[in-house]
């Protein structure tokens, strides 16, 4: 019984350090793009941003994911919340927008080393469906995109643009505490598996997830920036970001994806994002709500697939998981940029063509089936 309790105990752990490492990405997410608008960068820059991380995100999680299914996961845990502490500094003495590219690689090696293993540590209690597990895990997150966004405006508005990451590096030495906590509670033995061969993955199944990192890092990548330049504060950029992880903590607590329907919910994703691309205040608002709902559909029904199958194989499938979506982030933050070039409001019509595009394709998959 008392073993039962630690590991309850452990379990809680996991999903509060999950979620102050979901605070830390978001609050990085809406500073960084107005500090570097605030360095004179260009909207290809901004773009390149969320692109430079993706790149990193997209290529190592495959590895990470590999290697989290061998190694002790806990330590790795703590290789990515150290990476993000020595970010947070270099951010804050940054003085261009390239130093804060070449940073963002970094930040995408970090996360990189954190989501596959993370995500393969939280569905391995058997006493708990998987599906039960993720939703725990996905709504922990999305507690923390939900206050991650009105915490940094919030700073930037109060206290200048570098104060986030002071918060940033408070948070993350936290982070690096529970886990070392959590570590000496728990065993930590280094996970001897067999080698074991991943099962077959469908194609649609990872070009969903591809697409999904494209439409939600464009959205994520180049909305504060938007904002801004439409003459919103960054706190009620902030108040917007709220309402985007009100609306995903929401449908990951209770997903009616078996109603909606894949197609439906990137139609809807696209909806949301042409809604955002007209860039008055109020479809601003309602955009952002469609997008967080519909991005969030389309996550759980990704990852629950993808984690659905042999145990001693979850970190790596989570990093396919994981590398799918982050090449999605790559591409589409890539042609966003160019297209933000000429407007920033064409980057998110450039995200509402892909989904639309890739709607008509599976349409015309199963008219030729």
Do not use: C
């Amino acid at each position: 019984m008392e073993s039962v309790r630690k590991r309850r105990s452990a379990d809680r752990m996991l999903l509060f350090i999950t979620f102050s490492f979901e605070l830390i990405i978001d609050i990085l997410g809406i500073t960084l793009p107005i500090f570097a608008l605030s360095l004179s960068a260009s909207p290809f820059e901004i773009g390149l941003l969320a692109a430079s991380r993706g790149v990193v995100y997209g290529l190592f999680t495959f590895v990470s994911g590999y290697i989290s299914d061998k190694l002790d996961k806990r330590r790795m845990l703590i290789y990515s919340v150290l990476i993000s502490i020595i970010l947070a500094v270099f951010f804050y003495f940054s003085t261009n927008p390239f130093e804060l590219i070449i940073l963002s690689f970094f930040q995408g090696l970090a996360t990189a080393i954190f989501w596959p293993t993370m995500e393969a540590l939280i569905v391995n209690d058997q006493d708990v469906s998987i599906s039960r597990s993720l939703r725990n895990f996905n709504v922990s997150w999305a507690i923390g995109v939900m206050i991650g966004p009105l915490i940094g405006g919030s700073l930037i508005t109060l206290f200048g643009i570098r104060s986030p990451f002071l918060v940033v590096t408070a948070i993350a030495i936290t982070n690096v505490i529970l886990i070392v906590r959590y570590a000496s509670r728990k065993s930590a033995q280094r996970e001897t598996v067999k080698e074991a061969r991943t099962e077959k993955l469908p194609i649609k199944l990872i070009s969903t997830t591809v697409i999904l990192g494209a439409m939600a890092t464009i959205f994520l990548a180049f909305f504060p920036a938007f904002g801004i330049q439409r003459g919103i504060n960054a706190l009620e950029i902030g108040i917007m970001l709220f309402l985007f992880g009100v609306a995903r903590v929401i449908m990951f607590y209770n997903p009616p994806s078996t109603k909606i329907g894949l197609q439906s919910s990137i139609t809807l994703a696209s909806l949301g994002l042409f809604l955002v691309y007209l860039g008055e205040k109020i479809t601003m608002y309602v955009g952002t709500i469609t997008v967080a709902a519909a991005t969030s559909l389309l996550y759980v029904y990704s990852i629950e697939h993808f984690l659905k199958g042999k145990e001693e194989t979850r970190g790596r499938r989570a990093g396919i998981f994981e590398g799918s979506a982050g090449i999605g982030a790559i591409l589409g933050s890539f042609f966003a940029g160019l297209a933000a070039e000429l407007s920033l409001s064409y980057a998110f019509l450039v995200a509402s063509i892909i989904g639309l595009a890739f709607v008509a394709a599976l349409r015309i998959g199963r008219f030729k089936t």
